[in-house]
């Protein structure tokens, strides 16, 4: 088969890395805007990457089930639809400014993505010869570090207003009665961004829907899609490590991201727009990271690597904790660089040498996502308890606490012990 077939699908699985990396990486820019809109506390507002993730955790098994059953076009169709209706009940949610329609259009979208990412990540693999489908999916993921950089953007130039009241200052305008309209015109900023992420989807889909993707049978894949529920796999010791570490992997990025402007205004006064464009810079710092860090493991081992990342991420995270001004958003602002190697390098480490069990394992890593739901909740009650949200940092050291030990020791393979009767 000619390689010239192959290249228009490729080119539109290397679009769905770029759109579900979008969708997690807008939460940072989200949850200080929808708690300026919805007046929200820092917990209510942590609710935010709860939808999100917990859609990822509901929804990973029964996307495999469905591509196993549907074929790869049909999930990534359903995928795309769902997103895109996500994504147009926030115009509603904005109107209302109504903050359960909001979770509400999270949680779609990301039931999506989530649909994309367990489509996607496989069917890159298949397209194109079997000796450099690895090459092929790291080059699709360079996309998904391109969705982490432009969300932060896009987000800080179309989203937010740069208007910030004191409590004082809001309190006067309701005293006015004018409130309710700032409010409201802050709250629509959110709808042009969303219109125009629903109509790329939908052209998405539309252009799926016309272009013929090869046929993919369950022996030419590469993919790890569970085909049907087991626990039996956590009895191995890496397995169990891994979703341990994805879990707080996963906790630590979203927290500290999800918090940075919060940690950019209470560390250093800084603006809601310069603390989004220095976001934006982070994660250009995070899309470095994956690049610098495949040469990297050329010469160094990737559990030293892992470890190594651990421990300085914890260092950093001692500095903001301990400093205040731009040294502390400065040294926060590096995090993300040596975070960028992490979940694929846990997520390869733990479905090593698994055979057959492998595709029920990474069902159960992309679950262990749901800890981009935790942290960030942890992080929300302890501000709210002690009124800073630099003391609320420490929850990503402890994340890091226990990859440092998947890197030590969690990863080495064990002879598992025997399945019960």
């Known amino acids: ?126 397209l194109g010869t079997p000796e450099t489908s690895e090459q092929r999916l790291n080059f699709a993921q360079s996309f998904n570090g391109l969705g982490a950089v432009a969300a932060p953007f896009v987000g800080t130039h179309l989203i937010l207003s740069g208007v910030e009241h004191s409590k004082a200052e809001l309190d006067a305008m309701a005293a006015k009665g004018t409130l309710q309209a ?48 087991s626990l039996s796999v956590f009895r191995i010791s890496h ?67 892992l470890s190594l990342y651990a421990v300085i991420n914890i260092g950093l995270l001692l500095i903001a904790l301990l400093t205040h001004g731009r040294i502390a958003v400065y040294t926060l602002m590096l995090t993300p660089f040596f975070m960028s190697i992490m979940f694929p390098t846990i997520f390869a480490l733990g479905i090593k040498d698994l055979g057959e069990e492998t595709k029920m394992a990474s069902s159960f890593l992309v679950m262990a996502i749901i800890g981009g739901a935790f942290t960030p909740l942890m992080m929300g009650l302890i501000s709210d308890r002690t009124g800073s949200i630099q003391i609320a940092y420490v929850m990503p050291i402890v994340c890091f606490a226990f990859i440092l030990y998947f890197g030590l020791q969690g990863y080495k393979i064990k002879q598992p012990k025997p399945s019960l009767a």
């Open 182 to 229: 700032y409010l409201q015109q802050e709250a629509s900023s959110i709808k042009p961004p969303y219109l125009v992420i629903a109509i790329v989807l939908i052209v998405l889909a539309v252009i799926f829907i016309f272009t013929k993707l090869p046929e993919v049978t369950e022996s030419t894949t590469a993919g790890h899609i569970a085909t049907k529920f």
């Open 239 to 305: 397995v169990r490590w891994a979703a341990i570490g994805e879990f707080f992997y996963v906790g630590a990025q979203a927290g500290i991201l999800s918090f940075f402007i919060r940690f950019a205004r209470y560390t250093a006064h800084i603006p809601e727009i310069e603390a989004g464009n220095l976001q934006t810079l982070a994660m250009v710092g995070f899309m470095a990271g994956r690049f610098l860090g495949t040469y990297f493991m050329r010469f160094v081992k990737p559990t030293r690597l």
């Open 1 to 126: 088969m000619s390689k010239n077939i192959y290249l228009l699908p490729f080119i539109l699985i290397c679009t769905l890395f770029f759109m579900w990396a979008f969708l997690h990486n807008i939460n940072g820019i989200l949850i200080p805007h929808l708690k300026k809109v919805c007046q929200l506390s820092d917990t209510q507002s942590s609710l935010i990457d709860l939808a999100v993730y917990l859609a990822y955790f509901a929804i990973a098994i029964p996307a495999g089930l469905f591509s196993h059953r549907f074929g790869y076009k049909k999930g990534i169709l359903l995928g795309l639809c769902l997103y895109a209706v996500g994504a147009l009940v926030f115009l509603p949610a904005a109107d209302n400014r109504s903050f359960v329609l909001f979770l509400l259009a999270l949680f779609i979208a990301a039931s999506g993505a989530a649909f994309l990412e367990t489509m996607a990540n496989p069917y890159a693999t298949i």
